[in-house]
């Protein structure tokens, strides 16, 4: 099984819909993060959490909310979806000791969301 | 406002040459790193760079990271198809604790 899991890989979703997007972690890490990737942009932080009482709103982090389930669970939710958040979505991970900064981020598989 | 610029954005190549992607920025770094993304999956991390001079070297690939610690570059030497990829920098600027990407390069190397 994949370290960082994502669910779904793929969905289609009509504008004003509500739609949850998870993610699930088997590294033991306390840091979560979602970003959101748009051609040309790289990627970019929604939200991101260091442990599960610890919430934080990353740049672009209008229109998303979150959930941090439990330590392995983070999840991303759109209230109510707009086309321009059409996008490849990230879940990563990285351990609290270091922060990442040696180790870097683990990264799921992604959701490639499309609203209509 | 991209923190890190990354270029070029597109690079197309022929097997066999060699090729350098650049990041940069106008903030410091503790620290930059580098991913490589292939279609459908994550970032993937190639290396990190934590001290201003610093060059790290994996197989054909070659890491630097400038002396002010405001800019990094990676050389490829002998580009092959298997390098195709997103290449994306990255890194903790100030005292973030968040990682910060770049805008990425697309790197295509045709057999």
């Known amino acids: 099984d994949a370290d960082v899991t994502q669910t779904p890989r793929n969905r289609i979703t009509k504008t004003g819909k509500r739609i949850m997007l998870e993610c699930s972690q088997t590294?033991?890490?306390?840091?979560m993060y979602w970003y959101r990737q748009d051609p040309g942009l790289g990627l970019r932080l929604i939200y991101y959490s260091f442990d599960v009482k610890d919430i934080n709103k990353g740049e672009i982090s209008d229109g998303y909310s979150v959930s941090r389930q439990a330590q392995a669970k983070f999840s991303l939710s759109l209230e109510s979806a707009i086309p321009n958040q059409t996008a490849l979505y990230f879940c990563?991970?990285?351990?609290?000791?270091?922060?990442?900064?040696?180790?870097?981020?683990?990264f799921g598989s992604g959701t490639r969301l499309t609203v209509v | 406002t991209q923190l890190l610029k990354q270029s070029p954005q597109f690079l197309s190549i022929q097997e066999g040459e060699n090729l350098t992607v650049y990041c940069n920025s106008s903030s410091v770094f503790s620290s930059l790193q580098w991913y490589r993304q292939e279609p459908g999956e994550g970032p993937v991390l190639l290396v990190t760079v934590v001290t201003g001079g610093e060059v790290k070297k994996l197989k054909r690939l070659t890491f630097q990271f400038g002396d002010a610690r405001k800019d990094s570059s990676l050389h490829i030497t002998a580009a092959q198809p298997g390098d195709t990829g997103l290449y994306l920098c990255a890194g903790f600027p100030g005292s973030a604790r968040q990682l910060t990407f770049g805008s990425g390069t697309q790197l295509t190397v045709l057999p």
């Open positions: 590294k033991g890490h306390d840091r």
């Open positions: 990563a991970t990285s351990d609290s000791g270091t922060g990442g900064v040696l180790e870097g981020y683990t």
